[in-house]
DNA sequence: GTCCCGGATGTGATCGCTAACATCGAGAGT
DNA sequence: ACTCTCGATGTTAGCGATCACATCCGGGAC
């Protein structure tokens, strides 16, 4: 019977085609529980998350659903919210069902801590990589993906760059930061004033618009450190007199499809290629599994979309 | 050794004791495989979204965790990208896993399809009803939420209401216009000109504030078919010269965060209670495993949020 | 006619746990 | 003292698959 199912065992081509109608006609359907439990393996991975806005972890999630086949392998999805505990609770949970794997998907790009409750399988960290480098975690290339931002609006024509960002405490701040420097100093180039660091928000990005046209107004180009930021800023800069694109082009990060096309004008955006992540992170978590570990660093790059905001200088 | 870990049989504490001690000391962790396939019960639910912005199934999962007790019953997601060929192969997989039970969360709020391959175990549905009236659907009272937003108008000294919304075709949209009307009406009032039906954007929100001041300039306030188009309208308005909320308020639907508070000002917006949907969906599902099917379309309140923009006339 | 061979089919042990049943032992009732 | 009972502990079948092995059968070779 199992042999007719599965077509593993031999028998004739007529037998397996009659189980085969039977076991439809009487709406049968193998038990996966009980193959696991003979195989010892499960066919479904813990999927943790702990951003609850899924703004992160759902194209992360997308991505790790193409890599795991479309139902081959399924995912038991746990949102911590971000409490140890829960995620504690959600681990135990995950090895009690014999999960093959899990992946653990972050909401900043800060290295966590690795999953405590030491799971007896392998663990695949995606976008915040876990602070052991025994660890095996697949994160976004910020650094590349802010060079070519800047590379972008140095190639069409700017030269007078600021960069508004997030608040300084979070590595992607600091790494993106370091990405613009890089890209400026290769073209001769330097950053207009010091870097502006403070919320993520729209409202930021307002505030620094005004700030930045009062202490700089020879800038020609902002990039900022979050869609949102940009879209402040493009409000901002437009309530000043500058006109987005013709004096000033803007890049954001993020390339959230609500923020970057509800803006005026839609907005050049970084893309972090979340998906990739995703789809990076389950198939290596695939590979662990059936081949053993593959600890260490996976880069994702970004990919930059072109939008209205970073047209070339009208002049 | 199953009775000292589960608490079940009776024997001496300090025997139980012993064997949890022994038993954590070999890291030892009972296989939920094992048992789910004597007691037939896999504390596992299947979660089927379509969204993949996650915007409306992702706080249903976050309800849904809630009501299934963190890791007591866990969930497999899967996303279908609006495939019903991918459904179908997903249901079939979740059957094989022999799940205790499917929510089914929606995109949209127009009944759907009822799931098909006849699953052996309770279905509910959660925002987008089932199209069969003898299936288990939870969903919002659009329409009570609309009415709500629209006394609130009234409340707070509008006259002169206009509704600008999505696209026709949207049971969404019918619902909430049918809601404005209602209010309306009960207060002696009359919507100012018809609907204003366009698509969900801010763009169609901006236009549509241009339209609307040209063609009805005395307009009070404005109730919009979601944050974005408030959003937009906000904008479109402020561009007329006029102020929210001073000359005009604004109502939106959804209460997404970074729409309604990135807003100028911050928007009042009706909130779908969607954690809550997800929250009654877990609940009656768990209820429909233990006891049996609870039938029926049961609706949960929306709730109106507050903001800036809908702040009483100054006049 | 007998033997052997290979493909087709049947059989049973096993995965890890639970629940029902068997057993055991000590204190109480007669 | 003997049984009776009840609570504590030990034993075992079986959940539903898989896989290795046993069996079976027909045909070809000798």
Redesign the pocket.
């Known amino acids: 019977?199992?042999?007719a199912?599965?077509g593993?065992?031999?028998?004739?081509d007529?037998?397996?085609a009659r189980v085969q109608a039977v076991a439809h006609e009487l709406g049968?359907?193998?038990?996966a529980?009980?193959?696991s439990?003979?195989?010892?393996r499960t066919y479904t991975v813990g999927l943790i998350m702990t951003d609850h806005h899924g703004r992160f972890s759902l194209p992360v999630l997308h991505g790790a659903e193409d890599a795991l086949g479309w139902g081959e392998t399924l995912a038991l999805v746990c949102d911590t919210r971000d409490d140890p505990i829960r995620e504690q609770h959600y681990v135990r949970s995950l090895i009690r069902r014999r999960v093959d794997g899990i992946i653990v998907a972050g909401r900043r790009t800060d290295p966590r801590p690795p999953l405590g409750g030491r799971p007896p399988v392998p663990v695949v960290y995606a976008f915040a990589r876990s602070s052991d480098a025994a660890d095996c975690s697949v994160v976004v290339n910020e650094e590349a993906g802010a060079r070519e931002a800047v590379e972008h609006l140095i190639r069409t024509g700017r030269r007078r760059i600021a960069h508004v960002t997030g608040p300084r405490g979070h590595a992607s701040v600091r790494t993106r930061v370091d990405g613009t420097r890089h890209a400026l100093h290769e073209a001769g180039l330097e950053l207009v004033g010091e870097p502006w660091y403070g919320g993520w928000s729209e409202v930021w990005g307002r505030f620094a618009a005004a700030a930045l046209t009062r202490s700089h107004p020879d800038v020609d180009a902002v990039f900022c450190g979050s869609d949102a930021i940009a879209r402040g800023v493009a409000d901002g800069l437009r309530e000043c007199g500058r006109r987005v694109p013709d004096d000033v082009a803007l890049v954001g990060v993020d390339n959230w499809q609500p923020t970057a096309e509800g803006c005026r004008p839609p907005l050049t955006s970084v893309d972090l290629n979340l998906q990739e992540v995703g789809r990076t992170a389950g198939a290596l978590l695939l590979r662990a599994i059936e081949y053993g570990a593959a600890p260490g660093i996976h880069t994702v790059p970004c990919r930059l979309v072109v939008r209205a905001s970073s047209a070339p200088a009208s002049g």
Chains 1, 2 share one sequence.
């Open positions: 019977m199992s042999k199912l599965n593993r065992g031999q028998l004739r007529e037998t397996r049968f359907v193998p038990s529980v009980a193959a439990l003979l195989t010892g």
